[in-house]
């Protein structure tokens, strides 16, 4: 992304640029871990139905049972949060990397 908005001369070099390529590389993030992390939530916090069982058997289950119940959107329930975790985490970890790289004499990536 970074390379991107460099190459077509929409933003400079800079912090404004590390953050916007740190929020988009975040919501590339939470959009491909939020199904995951959803499900895994779901599977952890399942309780026995009736004293018989567990409501889900597998990852694939638990999977099918949200789409078959709330559709796509019931895998990314929690996404907003998810993404506000992950991009400021984002920001902070290149900006690091890239001023770590500056004090060592190396050009930003």
């Not at 199904?35 to 058997?57: A, C, E, F, S």
């Given at each position: 992304m970074k390379h991107?908005?460099?190459?077509?001369?929409?933003?400079?070099?800079?912090?404004?640029?590390?953050i916007v390529?740190?929020?988009?590389?975040g919501l590339m993030c939470a959009i491909t871990t939020s199904p995951v992390d959803t499900i895994k939530t779901r599977i952890m916090n399942q309780h026995k139905i009736g004293g018989k069982g567990l409501k889900y058997n597998s990852p694939l289950?638990?999977?099918?049972?949200c789409l078959k119940a709330e559709g796509l959107?019931?895998?990314?329930k929690g996404f907003i949060p998810n993404w506000m975790r992950i991009g400021p985490h984002t920001i902070?970890?290149?900006?690091?990397?890239?001023?770590?790289?500056?004090?060592?004499?190396?050009?930003?990536v």
């Amino acid at each position: 992304m970074k390379h991107t908005l460099l190459n077509h001369q929409l933003m400079e070099e800079g912090v404004p640029l590390h953050i916007v390529s740190s929020m988009v590389a975040g919501l590339m993030c939470a959009i491909t871990t939020s199904p995951v992390d959803t499900i895994k939530t779901r599977i952890m916090n399942q309780h026995k139905i009736g004293g018989k069982g567990l409501k889900y058997n597998s990852p694939l289950d638990a999977a099918r049972q949200c789409l078959k119940a709330e559709g796509l959107k019931g895998l990314y329930k929690g996404f907003i949060p998810n993404w506000m975790r992950i991009g400021p985490h984002t920001i902070v970890t290149f900006f690091i990397f890239e001023q770590l790289r500056s004090i060592v004499g190396i050009r930003p990536v």
